[in-house]
């Protein structure tokens, strides 16, 4: 008899404790938010529910936490309302797979320089690492948002006079890395994805078997992030465009390998002109010289803009497959125009060079204003564009057996054969999309910031877009090719002479000769909209009936041809 009173305690015993049980969280693997009354851990809920099967009632964190309703699987991504038992405060609890960073530091955060503080990130699969680092906020516009992007170098010690290497995640190994805030981009997805589709366009270096680790851009993952123990949201943790990234070759007494970022608009950076340089300053005409930092020598990058800008017709045709990758020039051209990147025609691009005497090539940057969007993140609803600048205005017009617009077309033609397409791309889109969401990112996104609200309908207009974006570029990239004659690119002094330049209406002519001109007028998408004749007797035309933008105007005679870039303001 007392065997068997003894069993049914033993039994009622345990039945109380598996009611009662209390998930163990270690003090690395979770964040508190006081202020926001949030708690964040990224412990596996596979295991929680593995280890504590049923009816977690508390959560031992720094100090034991009440469930307020007895949960008996707890899930990703959902909110759990759990009250201290020591301050009777409520908290709201998440579990997410994301990998979370805290960031705490003693110093104000600025642009520069770099300020001392400690790091520390946890991954899903529990791999912890804690490290010294400098850190500062990064960008120009972003840094007059509420929400800022920052960059980071991982320190030996507090002083910062020597970096150390750490892979992260499954990126590269290296001391330097940034963290993308995008407070600009609705659901914090384009970035991201942008550059999943730049490698599926331009794919590897050429260089890749000799450089097998080389990049030609960035990769990124979304972690979220704490600083100085307030949550600040989901951020992107990425890689930065540098020569190690890029594998370019160091100097070794000359220059070798070459790396300049096109941070400003100027002529220069798009490609249309070139001012006095200064080999005393890292920066010129709205570039910055980033490799090799053993010397500054800006007459390479001046001698290729130059030649871009000023180069006659002949010799520029004849010669500009001997400077640029062409290859590397479609993928970017259509890279651009695809995901209509208005922000990087000019700047947010940087201009490339694997070893010295080689080609240069496109590497991207910054692709967050894009797929419907611009750069403060408003929708502007266009999809019927074309993107160019200097490089581009002149070999479009190259239309040799295999010049840039047969390579153009052909690559098209591939690339949309293979997996360049609307459903592709949206399936890229809305998978980043769903692990954010089912994270409960988005949730805590407008809890960290007032000025977020989820945005419902932005997938569906991303996907009308896109789908607008693939129907007019099928077009305009089948278009032929329009050639431009080989005289001189700039405009000689016995060539006829157009004003005004911008017009918000008629164009004149100054005609040296008393030929007859047939005058062409073409859009950005190589379309020819207008078609007249001028002659001593009749000399202007009308351009209003074309709209706001940039024409090319083609001037032909019997025996000359003359193109004109004119713009409708």
């Known amino acids: 008899m007392k065997n ?59 100090e034991l ?34 990998p979370i960073i805290s960031i705490s530091t003693d110093f104000t955060i600025v642009d520069e320089p770099d300020v001392l503080a400690n790091f520390k990130m946890i991954e899903s699969n529990q791999n912890y690492l804690e490290s010294h680092v400098g850190i500062q906020y990064r960008g120009a516009y972003t840094q007059t948002l509420p929400k800022k992007s920052m960059e980071f170098e991982f320190w030996a010690d507090e002083t910062g006079d020597e970096s150390v290497d750490h892979p992260l995640l499954d990126l590269v190994e290296t001391d330097d890395w940034n ?49 100085n123990d307030q949550y600040r949201g989901v951020y992107s943790l990425g890689e930065k465009v540098k020569r190690k990234q890029l594998r370019l070759k160091k100097h070794n007494g000359e220059i070798q390998g070459e790396l300049y970022k096109a941070d400003a608009w100027s002529n220069a950076t798009k490609f249309k002109g070139v001012t006095n340089f200064n080999n005393d300053s890292d920066e010129w005409a709205g570039w910055e010289y980033k490799h090799p930092k053993e010397e500054i020598d800006w007459s390479n990058l001046y001698d290729l803009i130059d030649f871009v800008a000023n180069a006659s017709n002949e010799d520029f045709y004849a010669q500009y497959d001997d400077r640029f990758h062409v290859d590397n020039l479609v993928s970017y051209y259509i890279f651009l125009n695809l995901i209509r990147a208005t922000d990087n025609t000019g700047k947010n691009t940087y201009m490339t060079k694997y070893k010295k005497d080689e080609k240069y090539f496109y590497t991207p940057w910054d692709l967050d204003g894009t797929i419907g969007n611009i750069w403060d993140g408003s929708r502007e609803n266009v999809y019927n564009d074309i993107l160019t600048n200097g490089i581009y205005d002149r070999v479009q017009h190259d239309c040799t057996e ?60 991303m996907s009308t877009w896109l789908q607008n974006r693939f129907n007019f570029l099928d077009e305009a990239f089948s278009k032929t090719c329009t050639p431009l004659s080989v005289n001189d690119w700039s405009v000689q002094s016995t060539a006829p002479k157009l004003y005004p330049n911008p017009t918000t209406d008629n164009i004149n002519f100054e005609l040296n000769t008393t030929e007859e001109y047939t005058i062409s007028v073409f859009n950005t998408a190589g379309q020819k909209v207008l078609k007249d004749k001028i002659n001593g007797n009749k000399n202007g035309i009308s351009l209003k009936q074309l709209g706001k933008g940039v024409y090319l105007v083609v001037l032909e005679s019997s025996t000359q041809s003359h193109p004109h870039k004119v713009i409708v303001k």
């Open 4 to 62: 068997l009173l003894y069993l049914i305690v033993c039994l009622i015993v345990g039945a109380t404790l598996n009611a009662n049980e209390t998930i163990q969280i270690d003090e690395k693997q979770y964040f508190i938010d006081q202020d926001k009354s949030m708690i964040l851990t990224n412990l596996s809920v596979d295991v929680v529910n593995s280890i504590w099967p049923t009816n977690k009632t508390h959560i031992q964190l720094n």
């Open 65 to 98: 936490y009440a469930f307020m309703v007895t949960v008996a699987s707890i899930e990703v991504g959902k909110m759990y309302e759990v009250k201290s038992t020591v301050t009777q405060k409520l908290y709201l609890l998440y579990f997410t797979e994301l």
């Open 179 to 227: 963290l993308q805030a995008g407070y600009n981009e609705p659901l914090r997805i384009r970035s991201n994805n942008n550059w999943e589709i730049w490698r599926m366009i331009d794919g590897d270096l050429y260089y890749q078997e000799q450089e097998p680790k080389a990049v030609n851009g960035i990769r990124m993952r979304y972690i979220e992030l704490f600083v």
């Open 402 to 461: 295999n010049g840039f617009w047969h390579q153009l077309k052909t690559k098209w033609a591939t690339l949309r054969a293979g997996d360049l397409t609307h459903a592709t791309l949206m399936g890229m889109f809305q998978d980043s999309h769903d692990v954010l969401f089912n994270n409960g990112v988005y949730s805590r996104e407008e809890m960290a910031w007032s000025g977020f609200n989820y945005p419902m309908d932005e997938l569906t207009y």
